[in-house]
């Protein structure tokens, strides 16, 4: 009977695959994707031919939710008509993905099989490429919009890493780039955390494996002026770093001596 693997691609063309995932793209019966420009398509078909885009079902004009549904729903009728599917999806497929995860889930509910298997994804290459050890200071991702309409505090001793910053309070769904005033609203909300001052980056992987990854360092106040685009990821390093809390220590019997 039909199964659903969801794979990631990667970023960077070709080389971020995993051997596995590579392994059940090239056994599929039918792959769908999701990938982010004509090259990847074209070496995804070169590994198998029955590969469909998925992309014709975004529109401007059209909710995206509308759109995932949508999509989960051709991937979820394949599976059903028997067929062995794998939905390729770039960097890994579950972060900051929808799709296969509401596919997985109604495809297990209706008692067939269905996995998730991971990928590179976007912020895999950003520690790399930055040279960031998110273990350092710790790290905390947003999708900028559910962010910045949350009011969520920040925590500004760690790494703040704001996904989908070019859709930077776009809440209607339907269009595929952010507006001057949201940028305004945006530097706003994120100087309630940071001084105007602060340093952040736009951080862009590249696709191609001879392009170099996009690393442009400005402060907040200046992010209006940025050139944003749908793969553009903020990064925003601490202000402070993790200090030693005395009454954390009176918990382990410990003081700060004991550190040296
Ligand atoms: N599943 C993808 C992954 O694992 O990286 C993420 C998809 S999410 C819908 C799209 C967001 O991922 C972009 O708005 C951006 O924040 C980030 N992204 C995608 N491609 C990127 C790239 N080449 N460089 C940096 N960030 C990227």
Redesign the pocket.
């Known amino acids: 009977s039909g199964s659903l693997t969801c794979i990631?691609t990667g970023?960077t063309l070709a080389g971020q695959i995993t051997t596995l995932s590579k392994d059940y793209l090239v056994q599929a019966e039918t792959v769908f994707g999701i990938l982010?420009d004509k090259l990847s398509e074209d070496w995804v078909k070169s590994l198998n031919p029955s590969y469909t885009s998925l992309q014709y079902l975004y529109e401007e004009g059209k909710s995206r939710r509308q759109t995932y549904q949508e999509m989960k729903n051709v991937v979820c009728q394949a599976v059903r008509d028997g067929k062995k599917v794998v939905l390729a999806?770039?960097?890994?497929?579950g972060?900051?993905?929808c799709v296969g995860h509401f596919a997985i889930e109604t495809l297990r509910n209706e008692g067939y099989q269905a996995q998730m298997l991971p990928?590179v994804?976007?912020?895999a290459?950003?520690f790399a490429d930055l040279g960031i050890d998110p273990g350092t200071t710790g790290c905390q991702a947003y999708e900028a919009t559910q962010f910045l309409l949350s009011g969520v505090p920040l925590n500004t001793s760690a790494y703040t890493i704001l996904?989908?910053?070019?859709?930077a309070g776009e809440h209607t769904l339907k269009t595929f780039k952010t507006t001057q005033k949201n940028l305004g609203a945006t530097v706003r909300v994120l100087n309630k955390w940071y001084p105007l001052e602060h340093e952040m980056i736009l951080?862009?992987?590249?696709?191609i494996p001879i392009h170099n990854p996009r690393i442009d360092k400005f402060k907040l106040k200046d992010l209006p002026a940025m050139d944003l685009t749908?793969?553009?990821?903020l990064v925003i390093p601490p202000l402070t770093g993790l200090k030693l809390d005395q009454e954390s220590l009176n918990e382990f019997g410990l003081s700060i001596s004991d550190f040296g």
């Open positions: 990631g970023i982010p999806l770039y960097g890994h497929p972060i900051f993905a990928g994804s976007a912020d290459c950003l996904w989908q910053i070019g859709l951080y862009e992987a590249p696709f749908s793969i553009s990821t």
